[in-house]
């Protein structure tokens, strides 16, 4: 299932292999033949390059002759890395082990063909027992799990500057009406109420899902992925008419801006919020920037809009021992717990020490807890990876035209195509 807007020479192109330590333990007469590992990621931005380096120093300290090859292609959501692995898996020529999102994204991978399931690694680690049972239903495909979660992050928070908030004595919006009230405060002040990058074309469709769900509830918005809830709901013209007030107080420039690039206006104090996931927290955390507070996303506040990153086993990896080592520490509470507090995710295991954690992850880890759960469908968890595609690309469509029916009418197609809906 490739991607169409890039074409794969160029994403080739993206690609960056770095080897983060090498390492020879031998003598000078006989240096060993060294042990490689080649993950594959799209995490570069700070935060998840963080966590994941961390993650690679527990795996060092347990493997400590093996050279870790971090493939990265960047581009957030997996945008470009998504279409280079399926090529690489399909071209017989597989990385030892990839990031995957727990839930139907595994279907685009053909997992019957490509993958390993991980079941017997289960069994081995005690996983089972390890990580939460919705956490553990969502990582099923096919009666097998195919990945192994490393954490839980939340897509549906609202981030803001405190300082703006306090000097112009706004509080954070709680509902869609108050998040207008305060863009028309902020806009008479000269600052940007929203920021946005929606470069990389999903962007749009993870803010979305936000608005879907204050418009529709938890059991509203969950329905629209099982057939439940019809797309030509009156709620969802609705969401898509928020959506585009919404959009009204957003950033001119979003269009040349990455997630990361829309949070920096945030930083520099010219943006007030931003509507991303917790991964913003990492990022925040990684620039030394503390100045941010946090809220559920306008209309979301009981509901925790949830996906998770897992890593995956290919058929044949160059490297199977290593491979098997690495899922064994992406699993582990250390590796766990080494990983979170810098990606701005909690762990997936239930047994992690919160005192590692800062004061918003606290809060996630609290949410989680007793929040509705509904799944992401901009990360890989509610819907297969065609249908999540097609999602993202009329949301899009849609900043531009700000068409609703039009929109409208290909969303319901769209769940038509991917025969859910009639
Ligand atoms: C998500 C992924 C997160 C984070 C984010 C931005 O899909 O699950 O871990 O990387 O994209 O790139």
């Not at 609705?238 to 997630?259: I, Y």
């Not at 509470?333 to 909690?346: C, M, T, V, Y």
Request: negative net charge.
């Amino acid at each position: 299932m490739l991607r169409r807007h890039t074409s794969v020479t160029s994403i080739m192109a993206l690609i960056t292999i770095s080897a983060i330590v090498l390492t020879a333990c031998g003598t000078a007469t006989e240096a060993p033949k060294a042990k490689k590992l080649e993950m594959f990621s799209w995490w570069t931005a700070g935060g998840e390059a963080d966590g994941l380096n961390a993650m690679y120093a527990v795996y060092k300290t347990a493997n400590p002759d093996v050279e870790i090859v971090n493939a990265t292609v960047a581009g957030g959501a997996g945008t470009n890395a998504k279409a280079v692995l399926a090529t690489r898996l399909t071209g017989g020529n597989p990385p030892d082990s990839f990031q995957l999102h727990a839930g139907l994204e595994v279907q685009t991978y053909s997992p019957d063909q490509f993958l390993q399931p991980l079941d017997d690694l289960y069994t081995s680690e005690g996983l089972e027992q390890a990580f939460p049972k919705d956490l553990l239903a969502l990582l099923k495909y096919n009666g097998h799990y195919w990945g192994v979660p490393v954490n839980i992050h939340r897509a549906n928070v609202l981030w803001y500057n405190k300082k703006i908030f306090e000097d112009n004595g706004l509080k954070p919006p709680a509902t869609p009406v108050e998040f207008l009230q305060v863009g028309e405060a902020l806009k008479a002040k000269g600052i940007i109420p929203l920021v946005m990058g929606t470069k990389e074309g999903w962007e749009a469709g993870h803010t979305f899902e936000t608005v879907l769900i204050a418009s529709l509830g938890a059991e509203g918005y969950k329905g629209l992925w099982t057939g439940a809830t019809p797309w030509t709901d009156p709620r969802v013209t609705q969401a898509l008419e928020a959506f585009k007030l919404m959009l009204a107080n957003a950033n001119s420039d979003h269009a040349a801006l990455t997630w990361d690039g829309g949070a920096q206006y945030l930083v520099d104090g010219k943006g007030a919020m931003l509507i991303m996931g917790d991964w913003t927290d990492g990022w925040f955390t990684s620039k030394g920037f503390t100045g941010y507070g946090w809220a559920p996303a306008p209309g979301n506040a009981g509901i925790f809009d949830a996906l998770s990153d897992s890593f995956a086993l290919p058929k044949n990896p160059p490297n199977p021992d290593q491979a098997k080592a690495w899922l064994q520490v992406a699993g582990s509470k250390a590796g766990q717990e080494a990983f979170n507090p810098k990606k701005g995710s909690i762990c997936a295991r239930t047994d992690c020490d919160l005192g590692l954690f800062n004061e918003y992850l606290k809060s996630a880890a609290a949410d989680w807890q007793k929040d509705a759960i509904v799944p992401s469908v901009a990360h890989g968890a509610a819907a297969y990876e065609s249908w999540a595609i097609k999602y993202k690309d009329i949301l899009q469509a849609f900043v531009t035209s700000g068409d609703t029916a039009g929109a409208q009418a290909a969303l319901q197609q769209a769940c038509v195509d991917a025969k859910i809906c009639k």
